[in-house]
T-cell receptor
Framework: GAVVSQHPSRVICKSGTSVKIECRSL??????MFWYRQFPKKSLMLMAT?????????EQGVEKDKFLINHASLTLSTLTVTSAHPEDSSFYIC????????????FGPGTRLTVL | GESVGLHLPTLSVQEGDNSIINCAYS??????FIWYKQESGKGPQFIID?????DKRQGQRVTVLLNKTVKHLSLQIAATQPGDSAVYFC????????????FGKGTKLSVKP
């Protein structure tokens, strides 16, 4: 149990376009979902935390208007990269937690975004 | 050995040997720690966790040790196998209602057959 999926796994887009990434908890309900960004050979950096039905909480330095997060249901959160630029190219990973807090975070397989 | 800068610290071991991966955490208030394994192009996979009221916890072939005095965490893998080759991250949860994790820089484990 505790499987998290992401779609798409890879996406290539042109500069200036928007890209939506979906994160789903397949066999459990997730009160809290997290979005991370990872550059090559680097660690995961938390971008934002979202609770179902609430506005996301963004980490310092993350532009909320550029990275739109929606957590509309207990099994789905979406991250939309708006007006993408080459510097947004990265590996985006989500995680889901049943209750948040110290509950285990289960990670998705990640989405590789390449902006041309 | 370890290197700093742009490269991940790397640990190279022979198949069958034991591996020890170390991590220093930053926040004295952190009370929950997790080790994750990440294979190339995949998301992190939960390995084992430990709470601050413990100093040792064992799983299947893995042991996590916590030294709160020096804010140090280690992951021991017994009888390392080629399938253990991956990048290993420690993460600390400093509490709060959200449960935000701070990830360490990661260590790349290479297992030689």
């Amino acid at each position: 149990g505790a499987v998290v999926s992401q779609h798409p796994s890879r996406v290539i887009c042109k500069s200036g376009t928007s890209v939506k990434i979906e994160c789903r908890s397949l066999d459990f309900q997730a009160t809290t979902m997290f979005w991370y960004r990872q550059f090559p050979k680097k660690s995961l950096m938390l971008m934002a935390t979202s609770n179902e039905g609430s506005k996301a909480t963004y980490e310092q330095g993350v532009e909320k208007d550029k990275f739109l997060i929606n957590h509309a249901s207990l099994t789905l959160s979406t991250l939309t990269v708006t007006s993408a630029h080459p510097e947004d190219s990265s590996f985006y990973i989500c995680s889901a937690s049943r209750t948040g807090g110290r509950d285990t975070q289960y990670f998705g397989p990640g989405t590789r975004l390449t902006v041309l | 050995g370890e290197s700093v800068g742009l490269h991940l610290p790397t640990l190279s071991v022979q198949e069958g040997d034991n591996s020890i991966i170390n991590c220093a955490y930053s926040n004295s208030a952190s009370d929950y720690f997790i080790w994750y394994k990440q294979e190339s192009g995949k998301g992190p996979q939960f390995i084992i966790d430990i709470r601050s009221n413990m100093d040792k916890r064992q799983g299947q072939r893995v042991t996590v040790l916590l030294n709160k005095t020096v804010k140090h965490l280690s992951l021991q893998i017994a009888a390392t196998q080629p399938g253990d080759s991956a990048v290993y991250f420690c993460a600390e949860n400093y509490g709060g209602s959200q449960g935000n994790l701070i990830f360490g820089k990661g260590t790349k484990l290479s297992v030689k057959p």
